[in-house]
């Protein structure tokens, strides 16, 4: 099942790039994960890296009335973004804790795709952007990732 998004319009949230630099809102590197082959015991090689920043809850209104959003959106008290970095590609992200584990929705439409991480480091990709309203998917790559 396509997982729930509070805002439904991910693909603009780092729009604050486009408002003047005097204007735009600070946003907050809180989490770094670097994610490995679960086959690399070394952790040589970086398959991807994941953010997690927080936006001030000060901040949000201005931040989504910059992005022609309604400010009465039900937020979580600090709205998180994030960014997933893999192939040399960087991907805008809501970020959400469900649960224990930590997700990065992303995609052109959304929530097209989502990386999680559990508490234990393992990480799941899921590609949701065939998957039937309703239905439910697998992860399709396994990682091993570690907090940096």
């Known amino acids: 099942m396509k997982p729930k998004i ?17 204007e735009a809102p600070t946003l907050e590197a809180t989490e770094t994960w670097k994610c490995y082959s679960i086959f690399d015991y070394d952790h040589e090689k970086v398959l991807a890296d994941l953010e997690r920043w927080t936006l001030p809850p000060e901040a949000q209104d201005a931040f989504l009335k910059e992005l022609g959003l309604a400010t009465d959106l039900e ?23 469900e649960g224990f584990n930590r997700e990065w ?15 234990d480091g393992t990480g799941h990709y899921f590609d949701f952007s065939n998957v039937p309203s309703g239905e439910n998917t697998t992860s399709s790559q396994t990682y091993e990732c570690d907090m940096s």
């Not at 937020?75 to 804790?97: N, Q, R, T």
């Not at 929705?105 to 508490?119: E, L, S, W």
């Open 105 to 119: 929705v992303f995609g052109p439409n959304g929530a097209d795709y989502m990386f999680q991480i559990k508490p």
């Open 75 to 97: 937020v979580p008290d600090s709205l998180e973004l994030g960014l997933v970095k893999v192939a040399g590609v960087e991907y805008a992200a809501m970020f959400m804790v």
């Open 6 to 22: 509070i805002l439904t319009t991910i693909g603009v949230l780092l729009s604050p790039l486009a408002v003047a630099d005097d």
